[in-house]
T-cell receptor, first 112, second 113 residues
Framework: AQTVTQSQPEMSVQEAETVTLSCTYD???????LFWYKQPPSRQMILVIRQEAYKQQNATENRFSVNFQKAAKSFSLKISDSQLGDAAMYFC?????????FGQGTTLQVKP | KAGVTQTPRYLIKTRGQQVTLSCSPI?????VSWYQQTPGQGLQFLFEYFSETQRNKGNFPGRFSGRQFSNSRSEMNVSTLELGDSALYLCASSLDSLKETQYFGPGTRLLVL
């Protein structure tokens, strides 16, 4: 069975600084997808970034980038130039059958 | 394109009642998945419908059921509500969840008293 683990329940970062959120996963599949979703206080889940496991190149989306280490089954999210609007709960998720398996989430606080 | 919409946004029910939640996917999306979010269990997959067929199912009791219509709109039904069913129910749509990204609606917050 697939599992996703986020070991940091809470993180904080100073505005304009960089923060990295950790995620490890376990799967026996060779073809799968990894995601980071953001859930602000409104509870709306918003896609941050997506990575296909067969791609070696790390995905990037503006200030958001991932460090995908397939052998180590690690998928961390780096947020550069943190902004107040980045404050939210971040969920790491994996999928290979269309079913998203989520980690427990990391609450990110951004300090002005 | 309009995003995923869910109705109602908030709902209060009593134990033993049943409830139906609705989800309208992004136009052109044929896959609709449902997730339950609670503080204790986190985000858990309920089921997925693709082209009116249930394609995937999570580990929830039979009280939780769903269906999908020909226009891809989906409904989720919970019968004989229990206090533990209080949760945020999230719907997500995609072109095909097997390979494509799932986009979430705003959720329906259900409170069972």
């Amino acid at each position: 069975a697939q599992t996703v683990t986020q070991s940091q329940p809470e993180m904080s970062v100073q505005e304009a600084e960089t923060v990295t959120l950790s995620c490890t996963y376990d799967t026996s599949e060779s073809d799968y997808y990894l995601f980071w979703y953001k859930q602000p206080p409104s509870r709306q889940m918003i896609l941050v970034i997506r990575q296909e496991a067969y791609k070696q190149q790390n995905a990037t989306e503006n200030r958001f980038s991932v460090n995908f280490q397939k052998a180590a089954k690690s998928f961390s999210l780096k947020i550069s130039d943190s902004q107040l609007g980045d404050a939210a709960m971040y969920f790491c998720a994996s999928s290979n059958t269309g079913k998203l398996i989520f980690g427990q989430g990391t609450t990110l606080q951004v300090k002005p | 394109k309009a995003g995923v919409t869910q109705t109602p946004r908030y709902l209060i029910k009593t134990r033993g009642q049943q409830v139906t939640l609705s989800c309208s996917p992004i136009s052109g999306h044929r896959s609709v998945s449902w997730y339950q979010q609670t503080p204790g269990q986190g985000l858990q997959f309920l089921f997925e419908y693709f082209s009116e067929t249930q394609r995937n199912k999570g580990n929830f009791p039979g009280r939780f059921s769903g269906r999908q219509f020909s226009n891809s709109r989906s409904e989720m039904n919970v019968s004989t509500l229990e206090l533990g069913d209080s949760a945020l129910y999230l719907c997500a749509s995609s072109l095909d969840s097997l390979k494509e990204t799932q986009y979430f609606g705003p959720g329906t917050r259900l409170l069972v008293l």
